[in-house]
Nanobody, 127 residues
Framework: QVHLVESGGGLVQAGGSLRLSCEPSRRTFSRYAMGWFRQGPGKEREFVAAISWSGSSTDYSDSVKDRFTISRDGAKNMVYLQMDSLKPEDTAVYHC????????????????????WGQGTQVTVSS
C-alpha cells in the first residue's frame, strides 16, 4: 500500500475552477494506476476519473466528462484533478486512490480495484 495525501479543495462559486493534488508517499509511483472518487453528503462513493500509470489512458464519469481533467507528473510525483465549470452537485469529499498494476496502459474505474486511499479533501461549490 501507499500513503496518499490530497490537497487543493475549498469553497468556490458555480462556474469556477479548482485543481486537486494527490501526493503519494512513495518516492516513485510509476507502476500505480491512479483514480479520483468522491462522496457527496448523503450519497454513495462514486467514480470521478482514472489514469493509467503510463498516463496514456484516462477515463471519466459522464457527470464530469469535458469539465474535469486527470493528469500525472512523474517528475514531481503528483497526480492532479483539474476541475472546471464546477456545479453545486460537484460538492463532495474527493479521494485519491492508487492501484499497483503491471499494465502500463490500463485504468481502473471501480473503487474495489484500488489498494490505497487518501483521507480526502472537501470541495464545496456554491450556487
Amino acid at each position: 500500500q501507499v500513503h496518499l495525501v490530497e490537497s487543493g479543495g475549498g469553497l468556490v462559486q458555480a462556474g469556477g475552477s479548482l485543481r486537486l493534488s494527490c501526493e503519494p508517499s512513495r518516492r516513485t509511483f510509476s507502476r500505480y494506476a491512479m483514480g479520483w472518487f468522491r462522496q457527496g453528503p448523503g450519497k454513495e462513493r462514486e467514480f470521478v476519473a482514472a489514469i493509467s500509470w503510463s498516463g496514456s489512458s484516462t477515463d471519466y464519469s459522464d457527470s464530469v466528462k469535458d469539465r474535469f481533467t486527470i493528469s500525472r507528473d512523474g517528475a514531481k510525483n503528483m497526480v492532479y484533478l483539474q476541475m472546471d465549470s464546477l456545479k453545486p452537485e460537484d460538492t463532495a469529499v474527493y479521494h485519491c486512490a492508487a492501484k499497483l498494476t503491471p499494465y502500463s496502459g490500463r485504468y481502473y474505474s471501480a473503487g474495489d480495484d484500488y489498494d490505497s486511499w487518501g483521507q480526502g479533501t472537501q470541495v464545496t461549490v456554491s450556487s
